[in-house]
């Protein structure tokens, strides 16, 4: 079955760089985007942007443009997601997801990982 | 860019109806879909309705999705309310880019 598997909780203090895994199993993972999606405390959803692992093509949401890189390695079907300049406004949990859609249509998500800046 | 508003909160009695809108703020509702994600509490998002009114198989027939051109908006509308559909609903469409935008979101309480 499919899992996306994300590594787990991170305290940073700000100014620092965090970065999160999502490891990814079930599927052939160089066929789909990966997407990341976060969501501060009580907040709501907020889409960071997404990567194609099979020729690791990026593309970002403007409020991240400069302070988030994705990547990934594909001997291991892992994709990562990269934030720098860390401001408390950051603290949230980061969501790995990807839409399969061939036919039929299926979404799976990580579990979150809680990214929590502070001094 | 443009916004998608969603209202903050609906409630309603089980085996009742709910239906909730998500207005475009400018552009045609029509020039992308709209997909719905239903979050639980403590848990990641589901997508419950994908491209304006499909649903993804598993998903309860109750769950319906529509659009309606003349108030630019989305609807979701869950009949038969049960106690587990009490969760966090965010519509989502892409801009020109297709970035993914998502609206406010909107708790539904079963009272």
């Known amino acids: 079955q499919v899992q996306l598997v994300q590594s787990g909780a991170e305290v940073k203090k700000p100014g620092a760089s965090v970065r999160v895994s999502c490891k990814a199993s079930g599927y052939t993972f160089t066929g789909y985007y990966i997407h990341w999606v976060r969501q501060a405390p009580g907040q709501g959803l907020q889409w960071v942007g997404r990567?194609?692992?099979?020729?690791?093509?990026?593309d970002y949401a403007q409020s991240f443009q400069g302070r988030v890189t994705l990547t990934r390695d594909t001997s291991i079907t892992t994709a990562y997601m990269e934030l720098s300049g860390l401001r408390s406004d950051d603290t949230a949990v980061y969501y790995c997801?990807?839409?399969?859609?061939?036919?039929?249509?299926?979404?799976?998500w990580g579990q979150g990982t809680l990214v929590t800046v502070s001094s | 860019n443009f916004m998608l508003t969603q209202p903050h909160s609906v409630s309603e009695s089980p085996g009742k109806t709910v239906t909730i809108s998500c207005t475009r703020s400018s552009g045609s509702i029509d020039n992308n879909f709209v997909q719905w994600c239903q979050q639980r509490p403590g848990s990641s998002p589901t997508i419950v309705i994908y491209e304006d009114s499909q649903r993804p198989s598993g998903v309860p027939d109750r769950f319906s999705g529509s659009i309606d051109s003349s108030s630019n908006s989305a609807s979701l509308t869950i009949s038969g309310l049960r106690t587990e559909d009490e969760a966090d609903y965010y519509c989502?469409?892409?801009?020109?880019?297709?970035?993914?935008?998502f609206g406010g979101g909107t708790k539904v309480t079963v009272l």
């Open positions: 990567l194609h692992p099979n020729i690791g093509d990026t």
């Open positions: 997801a990807t839409i399969h859609d061939n036919g039929d249509y299926d979404d799976y």
């Open positions: 989502q469409s892409f801009d020109s880019n297709y970035h993914w935008v």
